[in-house]
C-alpha cells in the first residue's frame, strides 16, 4: 500500500516483527533479485530479533549496525543483488552487530551518511519489543518461532551440504539456541 508506505516513511522496505509484517514500498522498482535480498535482510533482522537486542543502545544506530551486518552476510552468500545504495563495509566483515554499533558510535558524523531500507535517518526494524502472543499455552510466542524456524534451517542447510555460511550468522542462530545468561 503506496500510502501505508507514505506515512510510515518507508522508503524501500521495513519489518514490525511484533505484527509479523514486512511494508515494502510498491511504488518502488526493483528487479526480483533485489527484491530478493530486500526480503531476505528483513526477515533476517526479525529473525535475530534485532528490535530486542538494541537494548540501551541508541534504536537507530543499533539498526544501522545491524544493517552492516546482515547486508555482509548476504552478499557473501550471494542472496540477490544488494540494491545501490544499502549500507556495506567489507572492514566490518565477521563482526557482530554490537561490535559494529560500538564502531560507528565513535564515528558520529558518518551517522549522517546513513539510510536504512525505510529511509535516511529513519530504522527498518519497526514496533516495540516482542513478547508472547495471546494466553499462556495458547500458542508459540514470536521468539520460540523465529529460533526454531533458524535452527531447522541450519540443520537443514548442514545436512543437506548446500554449501557456506557466514561465521557470524552461524554463530548467531546457535546462541538463540541457548538461553540468555
Known sequence: DAELARAHGISVAAVDAAAGEIDVNPLRRLDDEEW???????????????????????PYL?????????????????????????????????????????????????????STLRGKGLGDILGGPLGPVGAPGDCVDLDGFYRRGLAQGLDLHDRQGRGFLPGGLVEEIRALSHPPV
Open 62 to 114: 543499533f539498526n544501522v549496525a545491524c544493517d552492516f551486518v546482515i547486508n555482509g552476510w548476504l552478499e557473501e552468500m550471494q542472496v540477490g543483488t544488494m540494491p545501490e545504495g544499502l549500507l556495506h563495509d567489507g572492514q566490518l566483515a565477521g563482526l557482530s552487530a554490537e561490535e559494529v554499533y560500538d564502531r560507528i558510535a565513535a564515528d558520529l558524523r558518518r551517522l549522517r551518511r546513513f
Open 36 to 58: 530478493r535480498f530486500v526480503l531476505a535482510h528483513e526477515m533476517l533482522h526479525a529473525a535475530l530479533r534485532h528490535g530486542d537486542r538494541c537494548g540501551g543502545r541508541d
